[in-house]
């Protein structure tokens, strides 16, 4: 699984990978984290969610995106915004 990470609108790029291949089990997690309050991704989002994080620079980042080969986007600032979302042709499949 491949999830596309952009942290604090253009600060850094990632993509993720993360050590359960389980969407669903992914963004649950993704989102307890996210959701506590005052929730900030202060050090690395490998501290924070585990599995591997390659830092892209953005152009790398949207070839990705415009290859298709991902299975999810996530913003990634703090509690009040950080959202994943699935992309949905390969929930279909």
């Known amino acids: 699984m491949k999830i596309l990470v952009e942290e604090e ?3 850094r790029y990632w993509v993720w990978t993360p050590e359960s291949n ?3 089990a992914v963004r649950e997690e993704f ?3 996210t959701s506590k309050e005052n929730y900030f991704c202060l050090i690395s989002p490998r501290v924070d969610f585990g599995g591997q994080w390659d ?3 953005h ?3 949207m070839r990705v995106y415009q290859s298709g080969d ?3 986007t996530a913003h990634l600032h703090d509690e009040t915004d950080s959202v994943i979302t699935e992309r949905k042709e390969t ?3």
């Open 31 to 33: 989102e307890t984290v």
């Open 91 to 93: 929930h279909t499949q």
């Open 22 to 24: 389980d969407y669903n």
């Open 9 to 11: 609108y253009g600060w």
């Open 55 to 57: 830092e892209v620079e």
């Open 70 to 72: 991902f299975t999810a």
């Open 59 to 61: 152009e790398e980042w």
